[in-house]
């Protein structure tokens, strides 16, 4: 405290305010400055500019909190000069001037500006938390604003050779107050950044501190993580020689600024992603380049550590650094870069990475301070002071042109106005003159300036830093304030206000185009990492459509910099400006060093004298009369007589100042000195005080006198409370006496009452016990009757039974003896008896038989005539009914005829046609199709030629009333409705629409009293204003049930939770539970409850006003589709008048005359149809063929011609061109489409047996010439697809032409063997129209044929190159246009007009906005959310919006936006229909996914169509988060399965970037809401296999889905040679170079001298993979072509491990697996004809290899299969004489036998059968050659007879060895050379150091290209192999399908050349 006081008390050096030097000079200017600041007093008052002197050192206690405390409230000039006064004045002059205010901060470079402006935060943060803590608020936001600079410094300062924390971009910082004084915010705005800084530095300087910081301030384990070493290693900031400096603490800026960006609120994962940014700037700044077929990078490790940091693919940032890509007749071209260039790309990454970090981090920190409109703000302006280095560049230039604008508006503030004002006003004064620096900026901003010239040189492709400055000087040369250079150099110079600056033109362009390559952005925004693809998402590519229009306009640097400046010039002039002028004493940043001449320059440039002079003269303080009055009043006695405030102002100013000299009135305003002014406010303040406290003293004895009497009301209350209470006490206890006597004596009368009620209970008692015993004693009395009964009845049956049994008895003894008498008789007769027994049976079952028969067929008939009588009843009643109806048709009839013959009175002319009796059809207007208009849906035209939405007019017309209408049809009546024209659309609803929304929801009625009502009702609801009303129906007049005032509910709740689409409306008494059809009308009832609910009266009256809206109406209809509009004459209803319409009539009824013709004067100006554009209007306009491609095809209207408008907002269909009669219009919006124009030979007709040729323009046929007729191509009508050959043949100009004899194929079973067609004679005519009939045809012989529709289909053969040229004159080109609810082929007859239509529709649909669907709204407010970590405001927007919610019924429309239109692509093979319904199928399957028994197909199938219909990707992704989203149990089956499926689709789609970000919140949020159930383990595999999905080119296979359902990972088999195999675990996105490094580290082969890969295999073809590939995509592909039996010869498909490349096959030892693997790919090579041997060398190595594989030849001993060991393919290719199959022999190269192939499609598989079965063919031709072939190798395999295996091998890779070219890849290719150099066939060789050409089995090259020699190689279209070597004129070009193998084999050893060169090991 003693010491600030202390500098505050110490004696001032010279003087602290220079305008009151005595002596006026630049001398004694600068001697004052230097004798305070040889006194350490840096700060000096030029009146109240501030002149600030760096000292270069630390002033102790100059910036004390104590000091700061004594400035405050304090004026200038009370305390010596301090920044902080001037803070202090800002501070408080915002409500002295009601105003903004700003202070600039100007000076050199190292003059102390950033210091400074930090001073002046730090004292406005510190003002306002002093105000914060009076008012209780929070004062964090004035700790995010100081915590800005240490962000702000260490990512945009960086040290300088006059500047050790020099500021390398401006910024201009502003703060928001409130009118309490505290901060609520602020934002920063900065300007041109030195990006250029981040890749290169001058001697003695660094890059920015941010770098530094974080190599030596970071702590280890993120330095090893971002794997960064000493800062010496790193190009980037070692290249100036300066890493270190003793003043700059980096480890202290690291920690500062980690702590400031959590300030920040930046989370974890940001920061990490802000460091690891940098680190990959560091590491990009190492790679290097080489030349070898164009640049290639050089160190592959830094490139992975880069790459590894950006979240990129390396070998695709490899591909960007080193390659340029162009789009050329649709294919992507690339080409290679030479070193400079990629060196260039390489910075540009580096420099556009940080400068978009740069710009995001300041975003942040807006985000953090953002506020809302407050008082007034103060704005700091801290940029870059002026510059003039050894070499200065664009940055300079820009920094200077910005010094030149700061220092005019200090010239225009202190100098021009402020003298211009003392004129106006009349003062007394003489101008001052000043140094004005206007022509200095008219040189560099003006039109043809040195800022125009420089960008229209940017925009020349071909503009150069040369033509610029040709330009500059050819136009300026003459300037006064332009410098020539007298020296023919790149450099020009300019004369500003602090001296001559000279600039380096070298990289002007290129910096002020600011150029960032297509391939790098693409790169970049294939990041994972969100952060990184954040910094890019809004920077646009060059090469989309529309580019080269938009690179036109495209801003330049300086431009968007030009601009920016204005904006801040515009801000400064609407504030009152503080200057604070800062000055460098040295150039050395030493310490108590002053430099005259450096000062005085400084002053002299900067106008120091002239300020001095005008502050001095000047009145700097001006004030209006009734201004300075208003604020003086406290000072103004009471005895000023005067009421003129002029007067007023003099007559105070007079009593402090009666001379004059520091006040001077003008015409308007008082003129003041600022001493002067200062005395003023400091008596003001002392008055007003006094003032104060006396009005304190009054206001204190009035509260004081207040709180008295309140007391002594208090006290009478509590008084009166008292005596009540007593009262009250006494009356209770009275009460509680009487109470009790009561209830006694209540007792006593009811147990007296009681003893009389159980009396009477016993006696009834009594009488029922006497009662039932009487009955008991009744019912045993019968009982026993009844079992006296049974009794005698049993006893008659024994007795009767007695009987029976001594009859039988006795008749059993008569029979017995009988049959004793008769068992002779008897035996004899036996055989007799048993056949006439047999016959009485059969007879007795025919009886029974007939007896059914008869009982069925009586049944029958019964019901015969059952059903006679009904039917002959309803017949009966059906007659009654067809009479009625009859008669009510014909009553129907006669009204509409009666009211067709009154309109027929009153139509015009086109109408009357259009209804004459050759065209009315009554059935078309009034017969069936007529529909019933009060159906609850929108009306809707089914004519598909009515696409069309209401076209808002230029003159809107607006009617609306009752009308009574009827709409046709035979059951109809009239009904009242209310009907509204608005926007050319007639509306008509049930009633005046005063509801803000009506519908039918089902109402449950709540409450807490059991007796409420709890069934459900279906009820119809309207809300009208603030009052919800439901009814019974929706019908008029139908009984209101209730109403709900919404505004004195309690609450509205969405309670869909657990139930469908529900909400709940909580009132004072009940609650009502509100249930909708679906998600979408809930949340539109929710919406506009809430709404009404949270609304003003303004606001409901607002939303009031919306009426009729047409999703409320129960029809439409479009004026544009009505034919007329006329009065009828019916008796019932005297008003009428009919609407009518190509389709119906609408008969409608006023209610008086004057209505009536109201609605007619409203529709007959539209009821043409007529329309009249404007002419800025029409964009495009003509005739069209139009063809509906969404309805049934019918004969003869398929096809229409229209006349077609294009608008900026629709296509208008007219029917002819005078646009009398609309026939509709296809609406555009973002989501339309339009194909490209399609070629259609000829038009389609509707009968297939005839040809067509029409000649449109009648010109002549072909040439008569028969000799020269040309081969014609035909395409018949859709149903026959006949395509033919036709000669025409015309003798002479005159005659007819003739079609001569067709020679048709027969099917093969015709016995006719060579028919021809009868010559036909053809006419032409005015139509040129020749007909054919090919359905049938006579042939030789007389029979006629028919032809089957395949064989017409092949009738003739095309040749498309011999099309004449009168042909192309027939032919239609269509273009498609895909709008909502509609598609239309559109056909022109020209080419250029297709394309013309096809481009204006196309900019239409482009011009349009982006349709944003709400589920994509509530994303993006979920991803604001989760960005500011508004958990509340999340859960918030779950709460209010089921549409993000898991819902069980269907869903009617897709969650986001997708295009309209049919799929039209090879994909509608697959029965895909529109985006829109696969989609919605594709969620209707989710709902039922836990019922399936087995989910695989399906999931299979939704991973395929998302394979196929890329844009339902990101649709998939929402319908899964939608599903699994507020789920009940988290672990129920339906769920489980989603999550299952979310699984798979995260193991094989990436999202777009914003679903991307929303699916990873989606599953971490429900991770935190059900931590430890199934769901969260399936939701953890599903965001780490997001982590590292690639791009798939197949869904995964079975085994794939298994793995993932299971959440673990797959294996898979890798085969090798010999038959050896081994399992190797991957998941989804293992790469086949991850396999390879598994397998090489497996087999030790980490040192081997190869380099191996992984090929796809079956039996001879092979296909090597790419390292980048994934495995799983690979084995998908396996599946595919099991399931579809695709191999070669029926061998299975596999993955094989093999050599790639061969780099050195000398030094391999025999006795190492390499060796093993060379031998076998040896053999391979021999085996496949691809190596240069005589057919002895061949025998020799097939019997070696037979000695290797079964030891010493064996008796008997055969060889099955020569392929094995001998290749079978030079047999072949043998020439033989003898051929009995008959067929030619064939060069067999394309066989896949000959190699590998491009790709491995489905086309090339299919002809894998054919292939074997030519195989097969060919044994059987060459099966002596073969036969020969084997015994030759047998006999030399005998030879060998002793040889070991190990001894048969080293021999025959001796042998191998021996060719100079041995490793060498031999491509079998044909070479397209015009000079002839090479035979046609030729094998191309490509080893580890050159390309060769060979002869075919020649082992010596024709011509060898070592790859330095080699400028670029590749495939510039399909199949076509092109290779440019140094020193030859023409390029090499080869036809060859293995164009992938060639280009990826020769970039391998190129980069094993790389590698070497720079001794990188592998």
């Not at 139908?1038 to 869909?1056: E, F």
């Amino acid at each position: 405290m003693a010491e600030t006081v202390k500098i505050l008390q110490a004696p001032q050096a010279g003087l602290s305010d220079m305008a009151k030097l005595q002596d006026l000079n630049v001398e004694s200017i600068l001697e004052n400055i230097r004798q305070r600041f040889e006194a350490d007093q840096i700060y000096t008052y030029i009146g109240s500019i501030l002149a600030a002197v760096n000292p270069y050192k630390t002033i102790p206690n100059l910036y004390d909190f104590e000091v700061m405390e004594a400035y405050d409230k304090r004026h200038i000039g009370d305390l010596p000069p301090h920044i902080y006064a001037i803070a202090n004045d800002t501070y408080y002059s915002m409500w002295k001037q009601t105003a903004n205010q700003c202070v600039l901060i100007s000076g050199e470079s190292g003059a102390g500006k950033t210091e400074s402006t930090k001073f002046i935060l730090n004292y406005l943060s510190k003002m306002s938390q002093a105000s914060a803590v009076e008012t209780g608020n929070d004062v964090s936001v004035e700790k995010c604003i100081l915590q800005s600079s240490p962000i702000l410094e260490a990512f945009g300062n960086a040290k300088t050779v006059y500047n050790n924390n020099s500021s390398r971009f401006g910024k201009f910082i502003q703060l928001a107050f409130s009118s309490r004084g505290v901060i609520e915010g602020g934002k920063v705005q900065d300007y041109l950044l030195e990006k250029n800084r981040v890749v290169g530095q001058n001697p003695g300087e660094r890059n920015y501190h941010i770098f530094y910081a974080l190599i030596l301030g970071a702590p280890d384990e993120m330095k090893q993580k971002l794997g960064l070493g000493a800062p010496e290693k790193y190009k980037y900031i070692n290249q100036s020689g300066c890493i270190k400096d003793p003043n700059i603490n980096d480890q202290q800026i690291f920690s500062e600024v980690n702590e400031a960006l959590k300030d920040m609120k930046l989370n974890d994962e940001q920061v990490s992603d802000v460091f690891e940014l940098l680190g990959a700037i560091l590491h990009i700044g190492n790679l290097d380049f080489i030349t070898a077929g164009g640049a290639q990078v050089s160190s592959m490790s830094v490139l992975k550590q880069a790459a590894d940091l950006l979240s990129v693919d390396e070998y695709q940032l490899a591909n960007a650094l080193t390659e340029k890509t162009r789009l050329l007749r649709g294919e992507l071209i690339s080409t290679p870069l030479d070193e400079h260039q990629a060196r260039d790309s390489r910075d540009s990454l580096a420099m556009n990475l940080y400068a978009r970090c740069f710009h995001w981090i300041i975003s942040r920190i807006n985000v953090r301070i953002r506020t809302k409109p407050t008082f007034h703000s103060v704005g700091v302006l801290d940029i870059f002071g002026f510059e003039n280095f050894e070499v200065n560049r664009f940055e300079q230039f820009n920094i200077n042109f910005a010094n030149e604008k700061l220092q005019e508006y200090f010239n225009k503030h202190i100098f021009s106005l402020e003298q211009h004002e003392y004129n106006a006003e009349g003062l007394d004064w003489v101008d001052i003159d000043w140094q004005d620096n206007g022509e200095c900026l008219d040189l560099i901003v003006r039109k043809l300036g040195l800022l125009s010239l420089i960008d229209e040189e940017s925009r020349f492709p071909k503009g150069t830093d040369g033509t610029m400055l040709d330009k500059l000087h050819s136009n300026h040369a003459k300037n006064g304030f332009y410098i020539k250079p007298r020296v023919n150099n790149s450099k020009f110079g300019i004369k500003h206000y602090a001296g001559d600056v000279f600039y380096e033109t070298t990289g002007f362009l290129e910096k002020n185009r600011d150029t960032f390559r297509d391939e790098m952005l693409t790169t970049i925004k294939e990041s994972r990492s969100d952060f990184i693809y954040d910094l890019f998402e809004d920077m646009q590519e060059s090469s989309q459509p529309n580019a080269a229009k938009k690179n036109r306009k495209k801003p330049t640097v300086s431009s968007q910099f030009q601009e920016s400046l204005h904006s801040l010039m515009s801000t400064l002039s609407a504030c009152n400006p503080y200057f604070v002028r800062c000055i460098k004493p040295n150039s050395t940043k030493a310490p108590n060093a002053f430099e005259k001449t450096l000062t005085l320059n400084q002053l002299r440039y900067s106008g120091m004298l002239e300020t001095v002079k005008i502050r001095r003269a000047g009145f700097p303080v001006r004030r209006l009369f009734d201004d300075f009055v208003r604020r003086y009043r406290p000072l103004l006695g009471k005895d000023t007589q005067s009421s003129h405030s002029q007067h007023k102002c003099i007559s105070l100013l007079s009593s402090y100042e009666s001379t004059n000299q520091k006040w001077q009135i003008g015409r308007t305003k008082v003129f003041l000195k600022e001493d002067l002014e200062i005395k003023l406010e400091r008596d003001r303040a002392e008055r007003v005080e006094t003032l104060v406290t006396k009005a304190k003293a009054c206001f204190k004895g009035y509260l004081a006198r207040k709180a008295y009497k309140a007391t002594v009301a208090k006290i009478v209350f509590v008084q009166k409370y008292c005596r009540m209470y007593r009262q009250r006490r006494r009356f209770l206890n009275l009460k509680d006496a009487t109470i009790t006597l009561q209830r006694y004596e209540r007792g006593r009368k009811a147990r007296q009452l009681f003893h009389v009620m159980m009396e009477e209970r016993r006696l009834e008692e009594e009488r029922k016990r006497e009662e039932q015993r009487r009955r008991a004693e009744e019912e045993q009395r019968e009982l026993e009757r009844l079992k006296a009964e049974a009794k005698l009845r049993e006893l008659e049956e024994l007795q009767a039974k007695l009987e029976e049994e001594a009859r039988i008895k006795a008749e059993e003894e008569a029979a017995q003896k009988k049959r004793e008498e008769e068992e002779r008789q008897r035996v004899l007769q036996k055989a007799k008896a048993i056949e006439t027994a047999k016959r009485l049976e059969e007879e007795q079952a025919k009886i029974r038989a007939e007896e059914e028969r008869l009982k069925l067929e009586n049944e029958l008939r019964i019901r015969r005539e059952e059903e006679a009588l009904r039917l002959e009843k309803e017949e009966a009643e059906r007659l009654v009914e067809e009479k009625r109806l009859e008669e009510e048709v014909r009553r129907r009839e006669e009204e509409l005829a009666y009211a067709m013959q009154q309109v027929m009175t009153h139509f015009d002319d086109s109408i009357a046609q259009l209804n004459s009796p050759s065209d009315l059809n009554l059935d078309k207007y009034y017969g069936d199709m007529f529909e019933e208009a009060d159906q609850d849906s929108e009306y809707q035209d089914d004519d598909p030629d009515e696409d069309s939405v209401s076209r808002k007019s230029d003159d809107l017309q607006y009617w609306e009333g009752y009308l009574n209408m009827k709409c046709g049809g035979m059951v109809n009546t009239w009904k009242k409705r209310y009907c509204v024209l608005r926007d050319e659309t007639l509306m008509w609803f049930r009633a005046k629409q005063e509801a803000l929304k009506s519908g039918w929801l089902m109402k449950k009625g709540g409450g807490t009293s059991t007796l409420s009502r709890r069934n459900w009702r279906k009820r119809f609801f309207v809300l009208k204003g603030i009052e919800l009303a439901y009814y019974e129906s929706d019908s008029d007049g139908a009984p209101c049930k209730g109403i709900i005032n919404i505004k004195q509910t309690k609450d509205i709740l969405d309670s869909s939770f657990g139930r469908e689409s529900s909400l709940d409306i909580i009132t004072d008494k009940r609650t009502y539970h509100i249930v909708a059809d679906n998600a979408d009308d809930l949340s539109e009832w929710f919406s506009i409850l809430m709404r009404v609910k949270n609304a003003n009266e303004y606001e409901l009256k607002q939303m009031q006003d919306e009426d009729a809206n047409p999703k409320n109406a129960i029809g439409t209809l479009d004026v544009a589709v009505i034919d007329s509009v006329v009065p009828v004459h019916l008796q019932t209803k005297p008003n009428a008048f009919a609407i009518i319409t190509a389709e119906r009539v609408f008969n409608m009824s006023a209610d008086s005359p004057e209505d009536m013709n109201g609605w007619l004067k409203a529709l007959t100006q539209y009821h043409k149809g007529q329309r009249t554009y404007s002419k800025e209007e029409i964009l495009m306009s003509g005739w069209l063929t139009k063809e509906n491609t969404g309805t049934i095809s019918r004969p003869g209207i398929t096809r229409k011609k229209r006349y077609f408008i294009l608008t900026s907002h629709s296509l208008d269909i007219y029917k002819s061109v005078d646009l009398q009669h609309k026939l509709g219009a296809i609406a555009l919006n973002r989501l339309c489409s339009v194909t490209v124009p399609d070629d259609k030979m000829f038009k389609e007709i509707d009968y297939p047996p005839e040809l067509v040729i029409m000649n449109g323009n009648r010109r002549s046929p072909p040439s008569g010439n028969p000799e020269s007729n040309r081969r014609s191509s035909f395409s018949f009508g859709r149903k026959s697809s006949i395509s033919g050959l036709a000669t025409l043949s015309r003798p002479r100009s005159n005659s007819r032409p003739y079609v001569r004899d067709y020679d048709l194929p027969l099917p093969t079973n015709s016995p006719v063997a060579s028919p021809t067609m009868r010559r036909r004679k053809l006419s032409w005519g005015k139509k040129s129209k020749i007909k054919m009939d090919l359905r049938t045809a006579m042939f030789q012989g007389g029979r006629r044929h028919t032809w089957s529709s395949k064989m017409m289909r092949n009738l003739f053969r095309c040749y498309p190159r011999s099309k004449p040229s009168w042909l192309h004159d027939l032919r239609t080109w269509k273009f498609t246009i895909h709008s909502r609810r509609y598609s239309y082929n559109l056909f022109t007859p020209s080419n250029d007009e297709a394309w013309k239509w096809t481009y204006a529709i196309q900019e239409v649909i482009d011009s349009k906005p982006p349709i944003e669907t709400p589920s994509q709204i509530l994303i993006k407010e979920l991803r604001e959310a989760s960005l500011n970590g508004y958990n509340d405001e999340i859960d918030k927007i779950y709460k209010l919006n089921p549409i993000l919610r898991n819902v069980p019924y269907m869903l009617k429309s897709p969650l986001l936006p997708l295009p309209y239109g049919q799929i039209m692509s090879s994909n509608l093979d697959k029965g895909y229909t529109t985006l829109q319904d696969e989609a919605v199928k594709i969620f209707n399957v989710l709902q039922g996914s836990e019922q399936l028994p087995d989910p695989m197909p399906v999931i299979q199938g939704i991973l395929q169509t998302c394979q196929d219909l890329k844009p339902l990707q990101d649709e998939v992704y929402c319908q899964l988060v939608k599903q699994t989203t507020w789920v009940k149990d988290a672990d129920n089956l339906n769920n489980l399965r989603n999550w299952q499926i979310l699984c798979c689709m995260c193991c094989t789609f990436i999202p777009s970037r914003s679903i991307l970000r929303y699916v990873r919140f989606h599953i971490k949020r429900q991770v935190e809401l059900s931590p430890k159930t199934q769901m969260a383990a399936y939701a953890g595999y599903a965001l780490e296999a997001l982590k590292r999905t690639r791009t798939r080119e197949f869904v995964p296979s079975r085994d794939e889905i298994i793995a993932i359902l299971g959440r673990r990972d797959m294996n898979a088999t890798v085969f090798c040679h010999g038959g050896g195999s081994c399992q190797i675990s991957i998941n989804s996105s293992t790469t086949a170079g991850q396999v390879i490094h598994t397998l090489v580290k497996g087999m030790n082969l980490d040192s081997c001298y190869n380099r191996f890969s992984l090929y796809e295999k079956s039996g001879l073809v092979e296909k090597a993979i790419d390292d980048r590939s994934v495995v799983a995509d690979i084995l998908a592909k396996f599946e595919r072509f099991r399931a579809r039996g695709l191999s070669d010869r029926g061998k299975p498909w596999q993955l094989f491990f093999k050599l790639f490349c061969f780099l050195d096959t000398q030094s391999v030892k025999p006795d190492s697996i390499e060796y093993s693997f060379l031998f076998e790919q040896a053999h391979e090579e021999v085996i496949r004809g691809k190596f240069p041997a005589t057919d002895e060398q061949l025998i020799h190595l097939s019997a070696l290899r037979m000695q290797f594989d079964k030891g010493d030849y064996v008796h008997g001993d055969w060889i099955n299969d020569l392929t094995e060991v001998y290749p079978v393919d030079r047999l072949k290719v043998k020439p033989k004489e003898d051929n009995d199959f008959g067929f030619q022999q064939r060069d067999r190269k394309d066989t896949f036998i000959s190699g590998t192939l491009r790709g491995i499609g489905e086309k090339t598989l299919k002809r894998l059968q054919k292939s074997a079965s030519d195989d097969n063919i060919l044994e059987s031709v060459y099966r002596d050659d073969v036969s020969a072939t084997i015994t030759a190798i047998i006999d030399k395999w005998r030879t060998l007879k002793g040889t070991s295996a190990e001894r048969a091998q080293n021999i025959y890779m001796s042998f191998m060895r021996s060719w100079k070219y041995f490793g060498s890849r031999l491509f079998e290719v044909e070479c397209h050379d015009g000079r002839q150099t090479y035979p046609k066939n030729i094998w191309l060789s490509v080893n580890k150091s050159m390309v060769a050409v060979h002869k075919i089995n020649d082992p010596n090259p024709l011509d060898e290209f070592p790859y330095e020699k080699i400028l670029s190689f590749g495939a510039p279209i399909p199949n076509e192999y092109k290779i440019i070597v140094e020193g030859r004129r023409s390029e090499l070009t080869f036809d060859t399908t293995e164009v992938f193998e060639i280009a990826k084999l020769m970039k391998a050893y190129i980069n094993e050349i790389v590698k070497k060169r720079n001794m990188i090991p592998a």
